[in-house]
């Protein structure tokens, strides 16, 4: 449950009638001088005396909340008269004990966590008259013991319950995860007659909360206020915790406005409501109202929510001063306080921070050093991270939870299944926390026989009946090439609870695979049908999609969607938003979806440097760049390799500035480069003509460069026309990739533009006899929200005759115009009118040609291409959006070209 019911009803049991009622004396007979020491308390045994009983007056005998006394008063005699109210204890020697002394024992026996104790004593009572105090005592002491059972087996065997009697099960069984068994035993209540006081309206909307019952949580509410609770405090404070996390947060607002008075839960748990809806501008507000408030301080609770919103919104200076609230009002040594701020500051600080203050707590629990493996995750230092949790002098399975998750964080899926693995031999509980990072840590490494014994593993002990369990895995095997085994899953899960997680796993696969149509049509179906109900994932996902497949129209829609349903407002849906406009040519509405976001991380800033990448503003994303340092953002791994690469696209040669910028990213940053950094340096230095310097820097690498840095360094030798240093290049990547049909294309495109036919074709041969077949080249464009796909000399499409007829007289009309067919990459040994009319029918030129023929006049055409497109595609475009006055905008890898007028907007021009 969330943290915010957790106090404020906590708040109301503590303050429940077993500690609210009157303290007593309580006299326990010593032993007269000279005899045996006295026996140990579970050696005593209850015998019921000749003379009639009688119980001395009291408040209530739930007097379990403060251990006895055990010493003699002194205004009392040894040895009480017979016909007081004492009852025979047998033992070695005989003594004499007081009824009320059974309420002392029985919180003995919960203090020392007796339970022997305890079932002595209930034996004992049972062979005394009933009596309804002394009972509901005994469940008590069951009910604090842990022994839910036994508590309701006294319960069950009372003649006549009482509201305490009902208010202490109904409790239980909400805070036991039985909260269906609460909410009947309150009907029961209701129809025996027994009419609820405060402590029963908390205790039943405690197992409202739970189990997120809203409609029967308004019923207690009118019944609440019918019977003249609802105004109490803890009652309003439960209510307030129903409709906080029930989504209601106006009721939610209204009742702590009307509350005639609150107590510091009321604001805790009005402060963790407006965070669970995100409002954390709100909760912050409140925090300042609170600190207003005459005879309120903010306590330990109130600073740790606090310092949770912080983080989540990325809200660096406002996190900074909940730390120095917490320090000013001595509350920085709590555990739980400080154990928020090392979370504060894992997402919103640097790793000194982290550590200084793990170095100077007084005290750690469990959470702290977990918190720490965490912190050392996020950075990225995994050895560090396993040096904590090997220290660790306690460990549970959160712990091993959060080492598992931060291998799958850093990538590191083998060592992830390693832990896994060890976990399963020790017998380690495995949550369903632990067997999702397991299922992912298969997916990261994309094995297909491992993704099967994992999947066997987990179908074996039976754990596929939960829907993020069964998400996962169709998420692993649409990874592990595994779409079939996805598909088959997919259609065997029950669609009568919610699914929408498994759709959306279906959806991301069928993306993944380079089958976005199936995904667009996917994710319709679902909404037609009604199967799919749209989260933050959903959303996220769905954008995805969407940008992928350059679907701006339908992008715009989920994004209105997002508005009307307030998930725009999630720091995931928000980043994917500036995502799919940014791939989708409108770098303008991402740019203002940033600017309107109520909170950013890190992926929000490197989502619209990305953007501007996309579309070759190198400045721009470094302008970007310095706001994000300026706002004390801390970057990551991503940032690293985006703003590196920006100095590819400047608008002027900035490379001492990019020399210096990938050596302080280690230095300030703490930020180790990786392959992926180092083959966009290289790509940086080889765009500027630097070729040399580039090799270079690859031989100094401090590890083995992947074959990645390589392909680097081989696409500028094709962009410089370089084959004496292609070829050494090559030679590489062909040793490290032997089966990669990529690195075969690029080394014979490379031979073909330095003239080297020869070289070029045999290289094609050694590809062809490999078995090797290029990856497809594919173009396509949006037309009445349907997805048009073409490829090389395609004539699949119903209108096929159409476009071909229309692509010819646009050829015609650009080759008056100087259009040159550039024929430097047609591979095959023909004449050259056949390498022409093999150039002609390219998809790109096709897909063009289609958005020409259907899209009104004015509007621009978009085509999305799957590899880069060629040179002689290129300058045709050109030529063809001089020669139709229109304007065609296609975007491939490396990111936007925007044809007009006869000029492109890429950097090549």
Same mark, same amino acid.
């Given at each position: 449950?969330?943290?915010?019911?957790?106090?404020?009803?906590?708040?109301?049991?503590?303050?429940?009638?077993?500690?609210?009622?009157?303290?007593?004396?309580?006299?326990?007979?010593?032993?007269?001088?000279?005899?045996?020491?006295?026996?140990?308390?579970?050696?005593?045994?209850?015998?019921?005396?000749?003379?009639?009983?009688?119980?001395?007056?009291?408040?209530?005998?739930?007097?379990?909340?403060?251990?006895?006394?055990?010493?003699?008063?002194?205004?009392?005699?040894?040895?009480?008269?017979?016909?007081?109210?004492?009852?025979?204890?047998?033992?070695?020697?005989?003594?004499?004990?007081?009824?009320?002394?059974?309420?002392?024992?029985?919180?003995?026996?919960?203090?020392?966590?007796?339970?022997?104790?305890?079932?002595?004593?209930?034996?004992?009572?049972?062979?005394?008259?009933?009596?309804?105090?002394?009972?509901?005592?005994?469940?008590?002491?069951?009910?604090?013991?842990?022994?839910?059972?036994?508590?309701?087996?006294?319960?069950?065997?009372?003649?006549?319950?009482?509201?305490?009697?009902?208010?202490?099960?109904?409790?239980?069984?909400?805070?036991?995860?039985?909260?269906?068994?609460?909410?009947?035993?309150?009907?029961?209540?209701?129809?025996?007659?027994?009419?609820?006081?405060?402590?029963?309206?908390?205790?039943?909307?405690?197992?409202?909360?739970?189990?997120?019952?809203?409609?029967?949580?308004?019923?207690?509410?009118?019944?609440?206020?019918?019977?003249?609770?609802?105004?109490?405090?803890?009652?309003? $404070?439960?209510? !307030? /915790?129903? @409709?906080? +996390?029930? &989504?209601? *947060?106006?009721?939610?607002?209204? =009742? #702590?406005?009307? %509350?005639?008075?609150?107590?510091?839960?009321?604001?805790?748990?009005?402060?963790?409501?407006?965070?669970?809806?995100?409002?954390?501008?709100?909760?912050?507000?409140?925090?300042?109202?609170?600190?207003?408030?005459?005879?309120?301080?903010?306590?330990?609770?109130?600073?740790?929510?606090?310092?949770?919103?912080?983080?989540?919104?990325?809200?660096?200076?406002?996190?900074?001063?909940?730390?120095?609230?917490?320090?000013?009002?001595?509350?920085?040594?709590?555990?739980?306080?400080? $154990?928020?701020? !090392? /979370?504060? @500051?894992? +997402?919103? &600080?640097? *790793?000194?921070?982290?550590?200084? =203050? #793990?170095?100077? %707590?007084?005290?750690?629990?469990?959470?702290?050093?977990?918190?720490?493996?965490?912190?050392?995750?996020?950075?990225?230092?995994?050895?560090?991270?396993?040096?904590?949790?090997?220290?660790?002098?306690?460990?549970?399975?959160?712990?091993?939870?959060?080492?598992?998750?931060?291998?799958?964080?850093?990538?590191?899926?083998?060592?992830?299944?390693?832990?896994?693995?060890?976990?399963?031999?020790?017998?380690?509980?495995?949550?369903?926390?632990?067997?999702?990072?397991?299922?992912?840590?298969?997916?990261?490494?994309?094995?297909?026989?491992?993704?099967?014994?994992?999947?066997?593993?987990?179908?074996?002990?039976?754990?596929?009946?939960?829907?993020?369990?069964?998400?996962?895995?169709?998420?692993?095997?649409?990874?592990?090439?595994?779409?079939?085994?996805?598909?088959?899953?997919?259609?065997?899960?029950?669609?009568?609870?919610?699914?929408?997680?498994?759709?959306?796993?279906?959806?991301?696969?069928?993306?993944?695979?380079?089958?976005?149509?199936?995904?667009?049509?996917?994710?319709?179906?679902?909404?037609?049908?009604?199967?799919?109900?749209?989260?933050?994932?959903?959303?996220?996902?769905?954008?995805?999609?969407?940008?992928?497949?350059?679907?701006?129209?339908?992008?715009?829609?989920?994004?209105?969607?997002?508005?009307?349903?307030?998930?725009?407002?999630?720091?995931?849906?928000?980043?994917?938003?500036?995502?799919?406009?940014?791939?989708?040519?409108?770098?303008?509405?991402?740019?203002?979806?940033?600017?309107?976001?109520?909170?950013?991380?890190?992926?929000?800033?490197?989502?619209?440097?990305?953007?501007?990448?996309?579309?070759?503003?190198?400045?721009?994303?470094?302008?970007?760049?310095?706001?994000?340092?300026?706002?004390?953002?801390?970057?990551?791994?991503?940032?690293?390799?985006?703003?590196?690469?920006?100095?590819?696209?400047?608008?002027?040669?900035?490379?001492?500035?990019?020399?210096?910028?990938?050596?302080?990213?280690?230095?300030?940053?703490?930020?180790?480069?990786?392959?992926?950094?180092?083959?966009?340096?290289?790509?940086?230095?080889?765009?500027?003509?630097?070729?040399?310097?580039?090799?270079?820097?690859?031989?100094?690498?401090?590890?083995?460069?992947?074959?990645?840095?390589?392909?680097?360094?081989?696409?500028?030798?094709?962009?410089?026309?370089?084959?004496?240093?292609?070829?050494?290049?090559?030679?590489?990547?062909?040793?490290?990739?032997?089966?990669?049909?990529?690195?075969?294309?690029?080394?014979?495109?490379?031979?073909?533009?330095?003239?080297?036919?020869?070289?070029?074709?045999?290289?094609?041969?050694?590809?062809?006899?490999?078995?090797?077949?290029?990856?497809?080249?594919?173009?396509?464009?949006?037309?009445?929200?349907?997805?048009?796909?073409?490829?090389?000399?395609?004539?699949?499409?119903?209108?096929?005759?159409?476009?071909?007829?229309?692509?010819?007289?646009?050829?015609?009309?650009?080759?008056?115009?100087?259009?040159?067919?550039?024929?430097?990459?047609?591979?095959?040994?023909?004449?050259?009118?056949?390498?022409?009319?093999?150039?002609?029918?390219?998809?790109?030129?096709?897909?063009?040609?289609?958005?020409?023929?259907?899209?009104?006049?004015?509007?621009?055409?978009?085509?999305?291409?799957?590899?880069?497109?060629?040179?002689?595609?290129?300058?045709?475009?050109?030529?063809?959006?001089?020669?139709?006055?229109?304007?065609?905008?296609?975007?491939?890898?490396?990111?936007?070209?925007?044809?007009?007028?006869?000029?492109?907007?890429?950097?090549?021009?």
């Amino acid at each position: 449950m969330a943290a915010i019911s957790q106090t404020s009803i906590a708040t109301a049991i503590t303050l429940s009638p077993l500690s609210l009622l009157s303290q007593s004396s309580f006299y326990f007979p010593l032993k007269p001088p000279g005899t045996t020491a006295q026996p140990p308390l579970t050696s005593l045994t209850l015998s019921k005396p000749n003379h009639r009983r009688h119980f001395t007056s009291c408040a209530s005998p739930f007097l379990l909340s403060s251990p006895p006394s055990l010493s003699k008063p002194q205004n009392l005699e040894p040895f009480p008269p017979l016909e007081s109210n004492y009852y025979s204890l047998q033992s070695n020697t005989d003594c004499l004990i007081d009824v009320d002394d059974l309420f002392n024992l029985l919180r003995l026996s919960v203090k020392y966590t007796d339970v022997d104790l305890a079932r002595a004593l209930h034996a004992s009572i049972l062979k005394l008259e009933e009596d309804t105090h002394l009972s509901n005592a005994v469940i008590a002491a069951y009910l604090k013991l842990s022994l839910v059972v036994d508590a309701y087996g006294v319960f069950m065997g009372m003649s006549t319950p009482d509201v305490v009697s009902y208010s202490a099960l109904i409790s239980s069984f909400a805070k036991s995860n039985r909260e269906m068994e609460a909410v009947q035993l309150f009907f029961r209540m209701r129809g025996s007659g027994i009419e609820p006081n405060e402590y029963s309206f908390v205790a039943i909307l405690t197992a409202c909360i739970r189990s997120l019952e809203l409609e029967l949580g308004l019923q207690v509410h009118a019944l609440a206020i019918k019977m003249g609770y609802s105004q109490l405090v803890f009652v309003a $404070n439960a209510l !307030i /915790g129903l @409709y906080g +996390k029930c &989504g209601c *947060l106006d009721y939610a607002i209204q =009742l #702590f406005d009307e %509350m005639p008075r609150r107590d510091i839960a009321s604001w805790n748990t009005m402060i963790s409501s407006v965070v669970k809806e995100l409002s954390y501008e709100k909760a912050l507000e409140l925090f300042r109202v609170l600190n207003q408030t005459k005879g309120f301080k903010a306590d330990q609770f109130t600073l740790s929510t606090l310092l949770t919103a912080c983080t989540r919104c990325h809200a660096v200076m406002e996190g900074r001063e909940v730390h120095a609230h917490a320090i000013r009002i001595g509350l920085e040594n709590n555990l739980s306080v400080s $154990n928020a701020i !090392i /979370g504060f @500051y894992t +997402k919103c &600080g640097s *790793l000194n921070h982290v550590v200084a =203050l #793990f170095e100077r %707590m007084p005290f750690r629990d469990v959470v702290t050093w977990t918190e720490m493996i965490t912190a050392y995750m996020e950075f990225g230092l995994v050895d560090l991270a396993v040096d904590v949790f090997n220290k660790m002098p306690e460990k549970n399975c959160v712990s091993y939870n959060a080492l598992l998750a931060g291998f799958c964080r850093n990538y590191e899926g083998l060592k992830a299944l390693n832990l896994f693995v060890k976990m399963v031999q020790e017998r380690l509980e495995l949550t369903d926390f632990t067997l999702t990072s397991a299922i992912n840590a298969c997916g990261l490494l994309m094995k297909l026989e491992i993704s099967r014994q994992i999947h066997g593993f987990v179908v074996k002990f039976g754990f596929r009946s939960n829907a993020c369990i069964e998400a996962a895995l169709i998420d692993m095997c649409s990874k592990c090439g595994r779409m079939d085994d996805a598909d088959k899953m997919f259609r065997s899960w029950s669609s009568d609870g919610d699914n929408s997680v498994i759709q959306t796993s279906m959806i991301c696969g069928y993306a993944r695979n380079g089958l976005p149509e199936e995904a667009i049509y996917h994710f319709h179906r679902s909404q037609s049908e009604g199967t799919m109900v749209l989260d933050e994932v959903a959303f996220t996902s769905v954008l995805g999609v969407c940008g992928t497949l350059g679907f701006h129209d339908m992008g715009k829609q989920i994004h209105s969607h997002a508005l009307k349903t307030g998930f725009h407002t999630e720091v995931g849906v928000g980043n994917s938003i500036i995502s799919m406009y940014s791939k989708c040519y409108n770098i303008d509405d991402a740019i203002k979806s940033f600017n309107t976001m109520p909170a950013h991380n890190v992926v929000s800033w490197n989502g619209l440097i990305a953007g501007h990448l996309l579309h070759w503003q190198g400045d721009e994303a470094l302008a970007i760049w310095s706001s994000m340092e300026k706002a004390g953002i801390k970057p990551d791994s991503i940032t690293f390799l985006l703003i590196v690469s920006a100095y590819k696209y400047t608008s002027s040669n900035l490379l001492d500035d990019c020399r210096s910028l990938f050596i302080s990213f280690k230095t300030i940053h703490h930020l180790e480069p990786t392959s992926e950094h180092y083959a966009s340096l290289v790509g940086v230095l080889g765009y500027w003509g630097l070729l040399e310097e580039a090799e270079e820097l690859i031989h100094k690498m401090p590890f083995e460069p992947k074959a990645s840095v390589w392909r680097s360094l081989l696409d500028s030798c094709r962009l410089h026309a370089n084959s004496g240093i292609g070829k050494r290049v090559a030679k590489h990547i062909i040793e490290m990739e032997p089966q990669d049909p990529s690195t075969y294309v690029l080394v014979s495109n490379l031979y073909a533009a330095s003239g080297r036919w020869h070289c070029s074709e045999m290289v094609r041969e050694n590809m062809r006899d490999r078995g090797l077949r290029k990856y497809p080249c594919r173009s396509w464009i949006i037309d009445q929200k349907k997805l048009h796909t073409f490829y090389a000399r395609d004539k699949s499409h119903p209108q096929a005759k159409d476009i071909y007829s229309g692509l010819d007289i646009l050829i015609l009309e650009c080759l008056k115009v100087g259009y040159e067919p550039d024929t430097s990459f047609v591979l095959h040994e023909v004449e050259e009118q056949q390498k022409k009319d093999f150039l002609f029918y390219h998809s790109a030129k096709l897909a063009a040609t289609y958005g020409l023929l259907t899209t009104r006049p004015g509007e621009p055409i978009r085509v999305v291409k799957n590899i880069l497109l060629c040179r002689d595609c290129h300058t045709f475009l050109k030529y063809a959006s001089a020669v139709t006055g229109r304007e065609i905008l296609l975007r491939d890898p490396s990111g936007f070209h925007c044809f007009c007028n006869g000029q492109c907007s890429c950097i090549g021009n």
